[in-house]
């Protein structure tokens, strides 16, 4: 079943490439959204794809970015089919 996936990263996760790693994989999962650097320092992250592959997804940067990472919070929603890819806004 299709989910939306919104994640909130915190800690020091701008400058260190979290958005391009991001896009990265979720492209190559199929997977449609958007990331952006917030103004408090925090990434948000909405995505939506099946719930295997967004939990996949976000288990991967949490390990990947785990030295960055001091708190990342996600919220799970029906998905809305808005998505056709992933990109990053700036």
Excluded: C, P
């Excluded at 390990?63 to 929603?77: E, K, L, V």
């Excluded at 998905?79 to 056709?84: I, T």
């Amino acid at each position: 079943m299709k989910k939306r996936l919104s994640a909130y990263f915190e800690g020091r996760v701008q400058g260190v490439g979290f958005r391009f790693t991001a896009a990265e994989l979720a492209r190559q999962a199929g997977i449609g959204g958007w990331v952006k650097n917030l103004d408090d320092g925090r990434v948000e992250v909405t995505a939506e794809a099946e719930e295997d592959s967004l939990k996949d997804f976000l288990g991967q940067l949490k390990q990947r970015f785990s030295r960055y990472i001091r708190d990342a919070q996600a919220q799970w929603h029906d998905a809305s089919g808005e998505f056709e890819d992933f990109t990053i806004k700036f």
